[in-house]
Protein backbone atom coordinates (compact mmCIF):
# COMPACT_ATOMS: atom_id res chain seq x y z
CA UNK A 1 0.00 0.00 0.00
CA UNK A 2 1.60 3.42 -0.99
CA UNK A 3 -0.28 6.37 0.22
CA UNK A 4 0.37 10.21 -0.51
CA UNK A 5 0.30 12.70 2.97
CA UNK A 6 -0.14 15.95 2.82
CA UNK A 7 -1.15 18.56 5.00
CA UNK A 8 -1.56 22.16 5.85
CA UNK A 9 -3.10 23.40 2.62
CA UNK A 10 -3.51 26.54 4.64
CA UNK A 11 -6.40 27.28 1.97
CA UNK A 12 -4.07 27.63 -1.10
CA UNK A 13 -5.70 25.70 -3.61
CA UNK A 14 -3.37 26.06 -6.04
CA UNK A 15 -0.43 24.23 -4.28
CA UNK A 16 -3.24 21.38 -3.25
CA UNK A 17 -3.40 20.83 -6.59
CA UNK A 18 -0.17 20.79 -7.92
CA UNK A 19 0.08 17.76 -5.00
CA UNK A 20 -2.69 16.01 -5.97
CA UNK A 21 -1.72 16.04 -9.53
CA UNK A 22 1.95 14.74 -8.39
CA UNK A 23 0.44 12.13 -6.30
CA UNK A 24 -1.77 10.72 -9.31
CA UNK A 25 0.97 10.11 -11.37
CA UNK A 26 2.67 8.73 -8.62
CA UNK A 27 -0.16 6.18 -8.43
CA UNK A 28 -0.73 6.56 -5.03
CA UNK A 29 -3.48 3.99 -3.82
CA UNK A 30 -5.05 6.46 -0.85
CA UNK A 31 -4.10 10.25 -0.16
CA UNK A 32 -4.17 11.06 4.14
CA UNK A 33 -4.95 14.88 4.98
CA UNK A 34 -3.28 15.97 8.48
CA UNK A 35 -5.29 19.19 9.04
CA UNK A 36 -5.60 22.98 8.33
CA UNK A 37 -7.53 22.58 5.31
CA UNK A 38 -8.31 26.46 6.11
CA UNK A 39 -5.60 29.32 6.94
CA UNK A 40 -3.77 32.14 5.62
CA UNK A 41 -5.12 31.42 1.82
CA UNK A 42 -7.91 32.99 0.27
CA UNK A 43 -9.19 29.07 -1.09
CA UNK A 44 -10.82 28.36 1.87
CA UNK A 45 -14.28 26.24 0.32
CA UNK A 46 -12.24 25.20 -2.99
CA UNK A 47 -9.35 23.38 -0.40
CA UNK A 48 -11.96 21.65 1.92
CA UNK A 49 -13.90 20.29 -1.14
CA UNK A 50 -10.84 19.01 -2.69
CA UNK A 51 -9.34 17.06 0.17
CA UNK A 52 -12.91 15.99 0.81
CA UNK A 53 -13.18 14.59 -2.51
CA UNK A 54 -9.77 13.17 -2.66
CA UNK A 55 -8.67 12.14 0.82
CA UNK A 56 -9.86 9.24 2.45
CA UNK A 57 -7.99 10.29 5.97
CA UNK A 58 -9.11 13.98 6.38
CA UNK A 59 -8.30 15.37 10.37
CA UNK A 60 -9.07 18.66 11.05
CA UNK A 61 -6.63 20.94 12.34
CA UNK A 62 -6.72 23.76 14.91
CA UNK A 63 -7.54 26.70 11.68
CA UNK A 64 -9.83 24.54 10.67
CA UNK A 65 -11.64 24.87 14.06
CA UNK A 66 -11.36 27.98 14.32
CA UNK A 67 -12.18 29.12 10.74
CA UNK A 68 -15.12 27.01 9.61
CA UNK A 69 -17.65 29.39 10.19
CA UNK A 70 -15.90 32.54 7.99
CA UNK A 71 -14.87 30.29 5.44
CA UNK A 72 -17.35 30.34 3.16
CA UNK A 73 -17.71 26.60 3.14
CA UNK A 74 -21.43 25.23 1.65
CA UNK A 75 -23.57 23.31 4.30
CA UNK A 76 -22.54 20.24 3.19
CA UNK A 77 -18.91 20.75 3.31
CA UNK A 78 -18.70 22.37 6.61
CA UNK A 79 -21.17 20.02 8.36
CA UNK A 80 -18.70 17.27 6.98
CA UNK A 81 -15.48 20.08 8.05
CA UNK A 82 -17.09 19.99 11.55
CA UNK A 83 -17.02 15.95 11.93
CA UNK A 84 -13.45 15.57 11.34
CA UNK A 85 -11.22 14.20 13.96
CA UNK A 86 -7.54 15.79 14.74
CA UNK A 87 -6.20 12.38 14.71
CA UNK A 88 -7.34 8.83 13.30
CA UNK A 89 -5.32 5.32 12.55
CA UNK A 90 -5.43 3.69 9.35
CA UNK A 91 -3.63 1.06 8.02
CA UNK A 92 -1.15 0.38 10.88
CA UNK A 93 -0.46 4.51 10.88
CA UNK A 94 -1.36 6.93 13.82
CA UNK A 95 -2.01 10.23 12.75
CA UNK A 96 -2.68 14.10 14.57
CA UNK A 97 -2.67 17.10 12.80
CA UNK A 98 -0.22 18.37 16.29
CA UNK A 99 1.14 15.59 18.27
CA UNK A 100 0.12 12.23 20.04
CA UNK A 101 -0.02 14.10 22.88
CA UNK A 102 -2.03 17.15 21.94
CA UNK A 103 -3.40 16.25 18.49
CA UNK A 104 -4.43 20.07 17.39
CA UNK A 105 -2.57 22.29 18.98
CA UNK A 106 0.97 20.80 19.98
CA UNK A 107 4.03 21.59 17.79
CA UNK A 108 6.45 18.22 17.67
CA UNK A 109 9.98 19.84 18.30
CA UNK A 110 13.24 18.81 19.40
CA UNK A 111 11.96 19.79 22.83
CA UNK A 112 9.21 17.22 22.80
CA UNK A 113 9.83 14.65 20.14
CA UNK A 114 10.87 12.14 22.56
CA UNK A 115 8.09 12.36 24.98
CA UNK A 116 5.58 12.10 21.22
CA UNK A 117 6.93 8.97 20.39
CA UNK A 118 6.78 7.53 23.58
CA UNK A 119 3.13 8.41 23.64
CA UNK A 120 3.03 6.93 20.64
CA UNK A 121 1.96 3.12 19.78
CA UNK A 122 2.38 2.19 16.30
CA UNK A 123 5.76 1.75 14.20
CA UNK A 124 4.85 4.56 12.04
CA UNK A 125 3.28 8.38 12.81
CA UNK A 126 2.32 11.38 11.18
CA UNK A 127 1.75 14.67 12.59
CA UNK A 128 1.32 18.27 10.55
CA UNK A 129 1.17 21.81 12.03
CA UNK A 130 4.56 22.59 12.45
CA UNK A 131 4.83 23.57 8.23
CA UNK A 132 8.40 21.70 8.33
CA UNK A 133 9.14 18.59 6.53
CA UNK A 134 10.69 16.46 9.37
CA UNK A 135 11.08 12.63 10.53
CA UNK A 136 12.16 11.97 14.18
CA UNK A 137 13.28 8.23 15.10
CA UNK A 138 12.88 7.13 18.81
CA UNK A 139 16.26 6.20 20.67
CA UNK A 140 17.00 3.02 22.26
CA UNK A 141 16.60 4.15 25.57
CA UNK A 142 15.07 7.51 25.49
CA UNK A 143 14.38 10.36 23.51
CA UNK A 144 14.40 11.34 20.15
CA UNK A 145 16.85 11.64 16.91
CA UNK A 146 16.14 14.05 13.86
CA UNK A 147 17.17 12.49 10.77
CA UNK A 148 17.47 14.58 7.93
CA UNK A 149 14.83 14.67 5.40
CA UNK A 150 16.13 14.85 1.87
CA UNK A 151 13.60 15.38 -1.36
CA UNK A 152 13.13 12.55 -3.52
CA UNK A 153 16.05 10.69 -1.67
CA UNK A 154 13.91 6.99 0.04
CA UNK A 155 14.24 6.85 3.74
CA UNK A 156 14.10 3.25 4.82
CA UNK A 157 11.62 3.29 7.36
CA UNK A 158 12.75 -0.72 8.82
CA UNK A 159 13.10 -1.66 12.27
CA UNK A 160 12.57 1.47 14.08
CA UNK A 161 9.57 3.81 15.46
CA UNK A 162 8.75 6.76 13.57
CA UNK A 163 7.07 10.64 13.53
CA UNK A 164 7.19 11.80 10.70
CA UNK A 165 5.90 15.57 9.35
CA UNK A 166 5.17 15.56 5.32
CA UNK A 167 6.19 19.61 5.30
CA UNK A 168 3.38 22.24 3.99
CA UNK A 169 1.50 21.97 1.32
CA UNK A 170 0.15 25.92 1.15
CA UNK A 171 2.13 27.83 3.29
CA UNK A 172 5.63 28.81 3.42
CA UNK A 173 8.32 27.65 5.83
CA UNK A 174 10.07 29.24 7.86
CA UNK A 175 8.94 32.92 6.96
CA UNK A 176 11.65 35.60 6.72
CA UNK A 177 10.98 39.25 5.85
CA UNK A 178 7.84 39.58 3.88
CA UNK A 179 4.81 37.34 3.47
CA UNK A 180 4.53 37.52 -0.44
CA UNK A 181 8.42 36.52 -1.55
CA UNK A 182 8.52 33.94 1.18
CA UNK A 183 5.34 32.04 -0.56
CA UNK A 184 7.18 33.02 -4.09
CA UNK A 185 9.79 31.39 -2.70
CA UNK A 186 8.08 28.39 -1.43
CA UNK A 187 6.06 28.03 -4.68
CA UNK A 188 9.39 28.05 -6.68
CA UNK A 189 10.93 25.25 -4.19
CA UNK A 190 7.54 22.94 -4.28
CA UNK A 191 4.66 22.38 -2.12
CA UNK A 192 5.55 19.74 0.45
CA UNK A 193 3.90 15.79 0.03
CA UNK A 194 5.27 12.38 1.72
CA UNK A 195 5.09 9.09 -0.52
CA UNK A 196 4.63 6.81 2.01
CA UNK A 197 5.29 2.89 0.78
CA UNK A 198 3.90 1.36 3.96
CA UNK A 199 5.17 -2.15 2.60
CA UNK A 200 8.92 -1.63 2.42
CA UNK A 201 8.82 0.13 4.59
CA UNK A 202 9.65 3.38 3.10
CA UNK A 203 9.00 7.61 3.33
CA UNK A 204 10.24 9.72 0.51
CA UNK A 205 9.38 13.73 0.90
CA UNK A 206 8.35 14.94 -2.35
CA UNK A 207 8.15 19.05 -3.63
CA UNK A 208 5.48 19.92 -5.96
CA UNK A 209 6.09 23.60 -7.45
CA UNK A 210 3.30 25.59 -8.35
CA UNK A 211 2.58 29.25 -9.85
CA UNK A 212 2.34 31.75 -6.52
CA UNK A 213 0.80 34.66 -8.55
CA UNK A 214 -3.17 33.53 -8.88
CA UNK A 215 -3.25 32.92 -5.27
CA UNK A 216 -1.28 35.89 -4.30
CA UNK A 217 -3.44 37.87 -6.52
CA UNK A 218 -6.71 36.48 -4.77
CA UNK A 219 -5.18 36.99 -1.25
CA UNK A 220 -4.57 40.20 -2.12
CA UNK A 221 -7.96 41.22 -3.42
CA UNK A 222 -9.45 39.72 -0.25
CA UNK A 223 -7.95 42.13 1.86
CA UNK A 224 -9.21 45.28 0.06
Not at 26 to 33: K, T
Request: proline share 7%; aromatic share 6%; with cysteine.
Amino acid sequence: MRVGVLADVHANAGALGEVLRAAADADVDELWSLGDMLGTGPDGARSVALVRSFCRVALIGNHDRDGAASAGLGAADLAWLRSRRPAARRAGVQCWHGSPRHPVHEYVTAANAGECLHRQRSAIGLVGHTHEAAAWRARPNAGAERVPVAVDEPLDLAGGKWLLNPGAVGAPFPVRGDWWPAMAAHAGAGAWWLELDLDAPVATWRRAPFDPDPVIARARAALR
